[in-house]
């Protein structure tokens, strides 16, 4: 199993940013996917952005692209998420996850991840 803990959540004002972490134990960090996925009162949980582990390959929904990077530090056991010009609309508690079975950065559903951080509120001010 993979132990996933999420930080950098806060209060910004529209337009600033936020640099999200999320650091793992347990179990080698190197051979599968990370994703953050983010949940709004009341609406569904949606993915935001995946990396791989082995190329790089990365995943952002069109809704983040050109604003959010992600990146991974393995010798550091941590993927962050830049998240930059920040609107209203990405208010919601962000979560990292982990799909232990595939290294595919890609658009995946929720339940092909099965470990998960407890979450990191994110409020954006208009």
């Known amino acids: 199993q993979v132990q996933l803990v999420e930080s950098g959540g806060g209060l910004v004002q529209a337009g600033g940013s936020l640099r999200l972490s999320c650091a793992a134990s347990?179990?080698?960090?190197?051979?599968?996917?990370i994703a953050w996925f983010r949940q709004a009162p009341g609406k569904e949980r949606e993915g935001v952005s995946a990396?791989?582990?082995?190329?790089?390959?990365?995943y952002y929904a069109n809704s983040v692209k050109g604003r959010f990077t992600i990146s991974r530090d393995n010798a550091k056991n941590t993927v962050f998420l830049q998240m930059n010009s920040l609107k209203p609309e990405d208010t919601a508690v962000y979560y990292c996850?982990?799909?232990?079975?595939?290294?595919?950065?890609?658009?995946?559903?929720?339940?092909?991840?099965?470990?998960w951080g407890q979450g990191t509120q994110v409020t954006v001010s208009s």
């Open positions: 990396i791989s582990s082995s190329d790089g390959t990365k």
């Open positions: 996850a982990a799909d232990l079975d595939s290294d595919y950065a890609e658009d995946k559903p929720i339940y092909e991840y099965e470990s």
């Open positions: 347990g179990r080698t960090f190197s051979n599968y996917a």
